[in-house]
């Protein structure tokens, strides 16, 4: 069992010498992972539905953003030696495939094999329709990216020709330091499940108790059955568990068949990061008496 933090950098808190002594303090602790989160921009109000709050409300203080994950993630590999860098995650869809492929391999190249790159499809149609991107059919969409990366990443010469993008013969470099980077999918409807069988090597879930995690692991089960699968080979992710929680819930969660459980990490700033990091130390205590 591992311990990583789900930690969505906001602005204008993260500073550099903020994330510097995160990343730090991350590595002297021997926490597995870092997730960061992706939203280009925000808006005053949404019609779309968040899934990540009980009333489908998505809230962020005013005047303040998500970081660059691709730059951020860059910044972190540079002050930390272990750590893996995740993405948590990248709404590929409405990203160019071709950008997104060099940049995260790129992650890759300078944190020496560290990057986790997890993809979803996003869920809200305002941010798609910002970035110029149509909202419908965005699983459709993020399947094809992620064919065209896996050909940039590990084909000498790539091409690809699809529904919705086709990729001339061209050559990416640098490739990845990892022989293969663990693709991860996030999400729980039918469309994320299956895409996790068919792509993914670990599988991202949210907020969902141990006893709910047992029950989502047999549809995962039945997804990867259809694909000639087990999930011998596929990595379960629990995030964004709340940080109430006692740390003998890792305990709990490695009982139901999860490998790593990302504990949130949402109280940036300098003054109390390293009080805030210890408290992270029972869990990693917990996960390493198993």
Same mark, same amino acid.
């Given at each position: ?12 808190? *993260? ?26 921009? #925000? ?45 948590? =995650? *990248? /709404?590929?869809?409405? !990203? !160019? ?44 969409? *993020? ?36 022989? #293969?980077?663990? /693709? ?28 709910? #995690? ?21 990595? =379960? =992710? ?37 009080? !805030? ?8 205590? #917990?996960?390493?008496?198993?």
């Amino acid at each position: 069992m591992k311990v990583g933090l789900f930690s969505p950098l906001r602005s204008p808190v *993260c500073t550099p010498e903020y994330l510097s002594r995160f990343g730090r303090g991350c590595d002297e602790r021997g926490i597995y992972s870092i997730w960061l989160g992706e939203h280009v921009v #925000t808006f005053p109000s949404y019609e779309s539905k968040y899934p990540g709050s009980a009333d489908g409300v998505f809230r962020f203080p005013e005047k303040s953003g998500l970081m660059d994950m691709v730059s951020s993630l860059a910044y972190l590999a540079a002050v930390t030696d272990n750590v893996r860098l995740g993405t948590g =995650i *990248c /709404i590929l869809p409405q !990203n !160019n495939p071709v950008y997104a492929a060099k940049e995260y391999a790129n992650v890759d190249f300078l944190s020496n094999g560290r990057l986790d790159f997890g993809v979803g499809v996003g869920w809200s149609w305002e941010e798609f329709e910002a970035c110029g991107v149509p909202f419908e059919r965005r699983g459709a969409r *993020c399947d094809e990216y992620l064919d065209v990366i896996k050909t940039l990443w590990y084909d000498d010469l790539s091409s690809y020709a699809g529904e919705f993008y086709n990729l001339p013969e061209c050559h990416l470099y640098p490739k990845p330091v990892q022989e #293969t980077v663990p /693709i991860t999918i996030g999400g729980h409807s039918k469309g994320a499940l299956r895409r996790t069988a068919r792509y993914g090597a670990k599988w991202y879930g949210i907020g969902l108790t141990p006893e709910q #995690t047992r029950a989502e692991l047999v549809r995962i089960d039945e997804a990867l059955a259809e694909e000639g699968r087990s999930r011998d080979d596929l990595w =379960i =992710i629990m995030g964004s568990v709340s940080d109430r929680i006692a740390p003998t819930v890792v305990e709990e969660y490695a009982e139901v068949g999860v490998d790593e459980v990302l504990v949130p990490f949402l109280r940036h700033g300098e003054k109390h990061l390293d009080s !805030n990091l210890d408290e992270i130390v029972p869990y990693l205590e #917990t996960a390493a008496s198993l």
